[in-house]
T-cell receptor, first 115, second 115 residues
Framework: KNQVEQSPQSLIILEGKNCTLQCNYTVSPFSNLRWYKQDTGRGPVSLTIMTFSENTKSNGRYTATLDADTKQSSLHITASQLSDSASYICVVQGGRGTSYGKLTFGQGTILTVHP | DGGITQSPKYLFRKEGQNVTLSCEQNLNHDAMYWYRQDPGQGLRLIYYSQIVNDFQKGDIAEGYSVSREKKESFPLTVTSAQKNPTAFYLC??????????????FGDGTRLSIL
């Protein structure tokens, strides 16, 4: 069964600190991996999209990495701000085959940034 | 501004009642989707549509129905057959299903509760 597992489930850090969120997946074949940020009571917003040939992609203070061999990704947040408090969702899109185009969502990591 | 509008933001359903959630997009996207989000779980696909007058069941379509009479609109009806409808419902759109590197754009959701 295609799955996406994220860790930790929740994380609390102080403002200005860095943090790293993890995502492991079993989706195969694989097309791309996405990270979304979801504020409480809002819809998810896309942060990065990486195909199997990309191993790092940045969006401001957010840097995502991908190891397609080990099926692992991470999202690193630098110099955290209070506005980074949100749920971060890892999403994997299947490649050609029965799962083509289908998105599999992780359960999310809830990040809380304290002043 | 281009985007996806979901309404209402909050909705209450009585026993035996059907309710309809609205989703409108002005992004000129062909594909539209409905997801259900429950606490601690990843988003689950209810229905999706690739083109006007065509739609397909997702992973949890039972108790739900949709229509796609216009490119811009993809309403979701939660019928009385859905015995556990309390959830956060998200509508999304994208250029094409299965297109790599193209994110799904999400609305801000409708929270449905049972009276």
């Amino acid at each position: 069964k295609n799955q996406v597992e994220q860790s930790p489930q929740s994380l609390i850090i102080l403002e200005g600190k860095n943090c790293t969120l993890q995502c492991n997946y079993t989706v195969s074949p694989f097309s791309n991996l996405r990270w979304y940020k979801q504020d409480t009571g809002r819809g998810p917003v896309s942060l990065t999209i990486m195909t199997f040939s990309e191993n790092t992609k940045s969006n401001g203070r957010y840097t995502a990495t991908l190891d397609a061999d080990t099926k692992q990704s991470s999202l690193h947040i630098t110099a955290s701000q209070l506005s980074d408090s949100a749920s971060y969702i890892c999403v994997v899109q299947g490649g050609r085959g029965t799962s083509y185009g289908k998105l599999t969502f992780g359960q999310g990591t809830i990040l809380t940034v304290h002043p | 501004d281009g985007g996806i509008t979901q309404s209402p933001k909050y909705l209450f359903r009585k026993e035996g009642q059907n309710v309809t959630l609205s989703c409108e997009q002005n992004l000129n996207h062909d594909a539209m989707y409905w997801y259900r989000q429950d606490p601690g779980q990843g988003l689950r696909l209810i229905y999706y549509s690739q083109i006007v007058n065509d739609f397909q069941k997702g992973d949890i379509a039972e108790g739900y129905s949709v229509s796609r009479e216009k490119k811009e609109s993809f309403p979701l009806t939660v019928t009385s057959a859905q015995k556990n409808p309390t959830a956060f419902y998200l509508c999304a759109s994208s250029i094409l299903i299965g297109t790599s590197n193209q994110p799904q754009h999400f609305g801000d959701g409708t929270r449905l509760s049972i009276l």
